[in-house]
């Protein structure tokens, strides 16, 4: 007990952040996982990163650039230069996205071969991206491209609650598009849905989920999360809705349980994040084998 409220003392922030963190990738990883574009998710976590990492190379002056635009005195603005990474970060992604969509009914290529080409191409660009960065560390750049979730403060865990409700809102207010191009594609046009539009809409909105997520808590947390909780809701739901509702339960609670873990023992907080919920798989996976 006495090392719970230490924790709740101590990482106030990161305790509610990692919450919210978990709930929105296991959300939209139930539609990833059942979309099957998985590796999308891997994907646009990489994307992320490099976006992050570009971010360092201040080669645009963003804060200019809005001030030219708006015509507001933004040079100055405290709080736009420390959101100028993930502005970076969803401008890669939402790119990525575009470039995917794209690919949905082509077939010169499989949409596989170009996540794979966008996949490899990203990693390498970091790298570049990092070894001409101005700042003289590139540990100190790596451990902010990787994320902790330990570092979530007041203002990341306003990002990621309205990243959130923009998520939740924008799934409540088009729920039957969604769930038609997702789950029954097959019966979207019957219905009336345009699924081409639809579906470039829905990566839009997991696009911008995932990086401004990614940003805070790593790409392995990020990925981890899109794909093992909503693997677990599908291995023990019959019903869609419950699917949602297991997928999200584990990515809320398991983030702040690897936390007391990580600060009991001594591990870093996000892999013990992602182990913790691989253990919880492989407990359903063979609870559910042996039942069937």
């Known amino acids: 007990m006495d090392t719970i409220q230490q924790l709740i003392s101590l990482f106030p922030y990161a305790i509610a952040g990692s919450i919210l963190a978990g709930i929105?990738?296991?959300?939209?990883?139930?539609?990833?996982?059942s979309q099957r574009v998985v590796f999308l998710g891997a994907v646009l976590t990489q994307v992320a990163i490099?976006?992050?990492?570009?971010?360092?190379?201040?080669l645009i002056n963003l804060e200019g650039f809005l001030t030219s635009i708006t015509g507001l005195d933004l040079e100055n603005t405290s709080w736009l230069h420390h959101y100028e990474?993930?502005?970076?970060?969803l401008i890669f992604a939402l790119a990525t996205v575009l470039i995917f969509s794209q690919t949905h009914h082509q077939k010169l290529l499989t949409q596989d071969s170009v996540?794979?080409?966008i996949f490899v191409v990203a990693i390498a660009a970091r790298i570049m991206f990092i070894q001409k960065s101005p700042v003289a560390?590139?540990?100190?750049?790596?451990?902010?491209?990787?994320?902790d979730i330990l570092f979530i403060g007041?203002?990341?865990?306003i990002t990621l609650a309205?990243?959130?409700?923009?998520?939740?809102?924008i799934f409540t207010i088009y729920q039957k598009q969604f769930k038609f191009v997702t789950f029954d594609p097959e019966s979207a046009s019957a219905h009336g849905i345009n699924s081409k539009k639809w579906l470039l809409i829905f990566y839009f909105v997991v696009g911008i989920g995932i990086s401004l997520t990614t940003r805070f808590v790593g790409d392995v947390f990020a990925f981890a999360f899109l794909i093992i909780p909503p693997s677990i809701g599908i291995l023990v739901a019959k019903k869609v809705r419950n699917v949602f509702l297991i997928s999200v339960l584990v990515g809320a609670i398991i983030p702040p349980v690897a936390i007391y873990i990580a600060f009991k023992y001594d591990f870093s907080?996000?892999?013990?994040?992602v182990v913790s919920a691989f253990i919880l798989f492989l407990v359903v996976f063979l609870v559910k084998k042996v039942k069937g």
């Open 24 to 33: 929105i990738c296991s959300f939209l990883g139930t539609f990833v996982v």
């Open 50 to 58: 490099a976006g992050v990492a570009f971010s360092f190379l201040h």
């Open 85 to 89: 990474p993930v502005v970076f970060s």
């Open 115 to 117: 996540l794979g080409i």
């Open 137 to 147: 560390d590139v540990a100190e750049v790596e451990s902010i491209l990787k994320g």
């Open 154 to 157: 007041q203002r990341e865990l």
């Open 162 to 169: 309205v990243i959130l409700i923009f998520v939740m809102m």
């Open 269 to 273: 907080s996000g892999p013990t994040a």
